[in-house]
C-alpha cells in the first residue's frame, strides 16, 4: 500500500470502491472541508483506507444512500484521528451521524500521549514516519486538485489502522478500553452537533458585566443570527462578527446603530423585539428575560467555578476534561433543576467525577439560591 492509492472521481468509478470494501470491517477515514464562507463544512474530498488500499473520493461520486449505510454501520469500525469535524461533515453532507468510531486522537491521550497530539506527529512518535504537513491549509475546494495535494490526502489515512491495531493494545494494557469506549459514544450523539445560540452566546459573547437588558438584547441578536446562518448556510462573520457585539446596545438610536453595517435596518429591527427573517416575533419575545438568563452577574462566575472542580478531578486521572464535559453540560447542569438527567450525571462520567460530586452540587445549590435572592458574584466558591 505505500505510496499507491486510487483516485475516485465520478459515478462510474464508485463500484471499485464498493467491491473493495466488502469484507473489511475496520476502516481508516479523513476528510477534507471548507467552512470560511459557509455555516456548515463543505465536504471536498473523502479518504478512505483499508488494510491494502487507499482510496481518495470525490464527494459527486458517492452514492449517497450507500454512504448513509456505511457511516451508521454498527458492524464497521471507522478509525479517525480528530474526528468531530469529519463526522459533522458527513452530516452536513447526507444527513447521518457516523456509528462506531475510533479517534486516534483521543486514544493517544488516554495512554498518556500528549493531548490533541497531531495524525503527523503520532505517526513520527509510534512508527518514526516523517510525513509533511506543506499541503495542510491548501485550497480542496479548487479543481483539478494537484497531485501533490492527492498524494498528501492519501497519506492523511494512510497509516490509521496500523496506529489503531498500537494503540487498542495500548489501552488494553492500561485498562482504559472502556473508558475510550465510553468517550467514542459521545461522538455518536446527534445533539453534540445540534448547535444552541442560547449556549453559544453564554461561551462566546457573555460578560458579567452586562446588564440584563443588554444581555437579552444581544441574545436576540444572536439568537437571529445562528437561525439565519443555519437556513442559509451562511458564516455567522458574513452576517455580523461577534466583536460587532460591543455596538450593539438596546439604547441606541437608529441614527446611531451601525451606521456602516449592510444588514443594518434588520438588525436594528431585531433589537427592537422583531425578528424580520421570519416575519413574526422572536420566539423569545413574550418570555420574561429570567426565562432565558440568569441574572448577568451570576453566570460566567457558576461556569468557572464547576469547570475548575471538574478539570482539578480529572487532572489527577490523567484524562483531559474536553474529552469528557462541555461547556454545554455545565449550563444545562446548572440551570436544569433536574440534574440527574444531565450527561454529567450519565453512569460512566459520574464513575470518574464521583469524588468532586459534593462539591458540584454544592455550587448548584448556592448559583439556584443567589438566583432566586437576586445576588451576584461568585468568587468565594471552594
Known amino acids: 500500500m505505500q505510496d499507491s492509492f486510487v483516485y475516485i472521481q465520478d459515478s462510474h468509478q464508485f463500484d471499485q470502491l464498493k467491491n473493495s470494501l466488502q469484507g473489511y470491517y475496520v476502516v ?71 456509528q462506531n468510531v475510533f479517534d486516534t486522537q483521543v486514544a493517544a491521550a488516554l495512554i498518556d500521549m500528549r493531548d490533541q497530539i497531531s495524525y503527523a506527529d503520532l505517526c513520527h512518535d509510534i512508527f518514526h514516519i516523517h510525513l509533511s504537513k506543506d499541503f495542510q491549509w491548501s485550497n480542496w475546494v479548487a479543481r483539478p486538485l494537484l497531485s501533490e495535494q492527492i498524494a498528501y490526502a492519501a497519506n492523511d489515512v494512510r497509516y490509521l489502522i496500523p496506529l489503531y491495531l498500537y494503540l487498542k493494545r495500548k489501552l488494553e494494557d492500561v485498562e482504559r478500553q472502556e473508558l475510550m469506549r465510553n468517550i467514542m459514544s459521545g461522538y455518536e450523539d446527534k445533539g453534540v452537533y445540534t448547535k444552541d445560540a442560547r449556549l453559544y452566546f453564554i461561551n462566546k459573547c457573555y460578560h458579567p458585566s452586562l446588564s440584563s437588558d443588554h444581555t437579552h438584547a ?51 429591527q431585531v433589537l427592537k423585539k422583531r425578528h424580520p427573517y421570519e416575519g413574526e416575533e422572536s420566539q423569545y419575545t413574550a418570555k420574561k428575560s429570567n426565562d432565558i438568563f440568569p441574572k448577568a452577574g451570576q453566570m460566567g462566575h457558576t461556569i468557572k467555578a464547576v469547570h475548575s472542580k471538574i478539570k482539578k478531578t480529572l487532572e489527577q486521572l490523567k484524562v483531559p476534561m474536553h474529552y469528557i464535559v462541555t461547556n454545554n453540560m455545565i449550563v444545562d447542569f446548572l440551570l436544569d433543576p433536574s440534574y440527574k438527567k444531565n450527561p454529567l450525571f450519565n453512569t460512566w462520567r459520574y464513575d470518574l467525577l464521583k469524588q468532586c460530586w459534593g462539591k458540584l452540587l454544592t455550587i448548584k445549590s448556592k448559583f439556584q439560591t443567589e438566583q432566586n435572592h437576586g445576588k451576584t458574584g461568585y468568587e468565594d466558591i471552594g
Open 28 to 98: 481508516g477515514i479523513d476528510t477534507e472541508f471548507e467552512r470560511t464562507k459557509t455555516y456548515w463544512p463543505d465536504l471536498c474530498l473523502v479518504q478512505i483506507a483499508t488494510p491494502s488500499e487507499v482510496f481518495i473520493v470525490e464527494p459527486n461520486a458517492f452514492d449517497k444512500p450507500w454512504l448513509e449505510s456505511f457511516l451508521i454501520n454498527p458492524a464497521i469500525l471507522k478509525i479517525f484521528h480528530s474526528c468531530r469535524q469529519d463526522i459533522e461533515a458527513f452530516y452536513a453532507f447526507c444527513g447521518v451521524i457516523t
Open 218 to 268: 444581544l441574545y436576540r441578536l444572536i439568537e437571529w443570527r445562528e437561525q439565519y446562518c443555519q437556513t442559509n448556510n451562511v458564516a455567522r462573520r458574513l452576517v455580523f462578527d461577534d466583536k460587532d457585539l460591543t455596538h450593539m446596545s438596546p439604547v441606541l438610536s437608529y441614527e446611531d446603530f451601525l451606521p456602516e453595517h449592510p444588514m443594518r435596518e434588520i438588525l436594528y
